[in-house]
């Protein structure tokens, strides 16, 4: 009886903790190891006699189980020995799920028990694909934090998981070498195969693209599906979805890839800059798409300025293309662009929470005209600075700017495989390092990092100071004075 009460345990602790969140929450190693130094005291006080923790529980099962025994008697005592052993058994199981490690017994008394669970897991062990991804994907926890963004990059590794191992797979027949398979299959997978090939197997995408020399997806590519696979399992061993006895297969298969960050993207060469800011209609006055549709109202704005505020601030696309009037701060001694998520409850987005800045004017820009065209869009009652911009499928305005600018690139022939609009970043960090600015400066100007530096300094000297900063930023050789316009008009 008491061993019944012991397996039912951990159940009822995991459903309770399920109600009120939603799901059973990861534990940091120092929780762990809390629990861990709690289960040897307890046994040490058990061991010494000490029964006073386990008292509690002994009334619980007494009373679940209709029983009466008088307290202080040799059954009672027995009991409750019974009881703290249990006690203490639950919780280094349960570190050994937080730990992703398979259950197994820790106090032989109670191995018949692991035998009943294994039996009581024979629903769990027979759990098919389509199940896992189906309650995966519908979790409440997932569906309010997951940006539409996000649901659908998890949607796209879904029907890949799904093609490749069959919907009617058994879960718990994914082991380690099925997980290399997987992984050995997407380093030869090419890179938009469902376009490229929409009505085609895996293995004949692949064929197919060896043969026609398409590339394949990238390491970060295969690393990012490797890691949701391994988030997918862990979330189903976690959330009791699954059972998998030698624990989560997929565990630590990431390929290392030591190429750094301007390894993985170029920052635009001077004759690259030249060709995008000089020779286009775009910037020589006459805002026009590349297609020979009419422009949209209000695309003319957004595509003069975006990319001129990535040369001058190395700010990601989203963060620009998402801005509201209000984050152009002028008046001050210093006018700055604030990069925030705020007001909460926006659509507004940042990468991480070290995002969150303030990157000063660049008087190169307000020589073009930028504090006049924000004035512009307040004057006239805007609340975003670049209205013209809506938000795409995933959420984010940054969509549209992508796609248009890499269409431009390859009109001014410009493109390359490792250019694209987020080279302006790299282009600025560079600028920022021949400007042989301070790295603390020059990562808070980035949002790599944040140190502190509002809070040590204050918003406006720590404006005042950046500003010294960024008005170091030059791109000797770029001449930009075709742009420049009157201060109190929009360029013509």
């Known amino acids: 009886m008491v061993r019944h009460f012991f397996r039912d345990m951990p159940n009822k602790k995991a459903g309770a903790r399920r109600e009120t969140t939603g799901a059973v929450p990861d534990s940091t190693p120092a929780d762990i190891q809390e629990r861990r130094e709690l289960a040897q005291l307890l046994r040490r006080m058990h061991s010494n006699g000490n029964f006073a923790p386990f008292q509690g529980y002994v009334d619980l099962f007494l009373t679940k189980e209709n029983l009466i025994v008088g307290m202080g008697s040799r059954d009672w005592l027995r009991l409750t020995s019974f009881i703290g052993l249990a006690f203490i058994e639950n919780i280094e199981r349960d570190i050994d799920l937080q730990n992703m490690k398979p259950e197994q017994t ?287 499928a995933g959420g984010y305005r940054s969509a549209a700017v992508t796609r248009w600018f890499s269409r431009y690139l390859k009109k001014v022939k410009a493109k390359t495989p490792k250019n694209s609009f987020h080279s302006f970043r790299h282009n600025m960090s560079e600028a920022l390092e021949r400007a042989e600015v301070r790295s603390s400066n020059h990562k808070e100007l980035l949002g790599w990092e944040r140190a502190g530096m509002i809070g040590r300094y204050g918003g406006a000297r720590l404006a005042k100071e950046l500003y010294e900063d960024i008005a170091k930023v030059k791109y000797e050789g770029l001449d930009l004075s075709h742009l420049y316009t009157n201060p109190d008009e929009f360029r013509k």
């Not at 064929?207 to 599906?225: I, Q, R």
């Not at 988030?231 to 976690?238: K, N």
């Not at 390894?263 to 590349?290: C, M, P, Q, V």
């Open 106 to 392: 820790h106090d032989p008394i109670f191995q018949p028990t692991l035998v009943d669970e294994a039996q009581r897991q024979g629903r769990k062990a027979n759990v098919v694909v389509a199940q896992l991804t189906k309650e995966y994907m519908a979790d409440p926890i997932h569906q309010r934090r997951w940006s539409p963004k996000t649901q659908l990059k998890h949607k796209v590794f879904v029907d890949f998981f799904t093609q490749f191992f069959g919907a009617n797979a058994v879960v718990s027949s994914i082991d380690r070498q099925a997980c290399r398979n997987f992984q050995n299959i997407l380093l030869s997978y090419p890179t938009n195969a469902k376009k490229l090939y929409p009505d085609h197997s895996i293995r004949e995408r692949i064929a197919l693209a060896e043969y026609n020399g398409k590339a394949t997806m990238s390491v970060t590519t295969v690393n990012d599906y490797m890691s949701k696979l391994s988030t997918l399992l862990r979330w189903g061993i976690r959330e009791s979805v699954i059972y998998l006895p030698e624990g989560n297969p997929a565990e630590g298969l990431q390929i290392p890839d030591n190429r750094r960050a301007r390894e993985l993207r170029d920052s635009f060469t001077l004759d690259e800059l030249k060709k995008i800011f000089g020779t286009a209609k775009e910037f020589g006055g006459e805002i026009r798409d590349i297609n020979p549709e009419p422009v949209e109202e209000g695309d003319r704005e957004w595509k003069f300025w975006l990319s001129l505020l990535a040369l001058f601030t190395g700010a990601r696309a989203n963060e620009i293309a998402q801005l509201d009037v209000a984050d152009v701060i002028t008046g001050g001694e210093v006018d700055y662009i604030e990069i925030t998520d705020e007001p909460e409850g926006s659509e507004k987005r940042l990468k991480t929470k070290n995002a969150r800045r303030i990157i000063p004017v660049h008087p190169e820009l307000v020589k073009i005209g930028f504090l006049s065209y924000a004035n512009k869009m307040k004057m006239k009652g805007e609340i975003k600075l670049f209205p013209g911009l809506k938000p795409g």
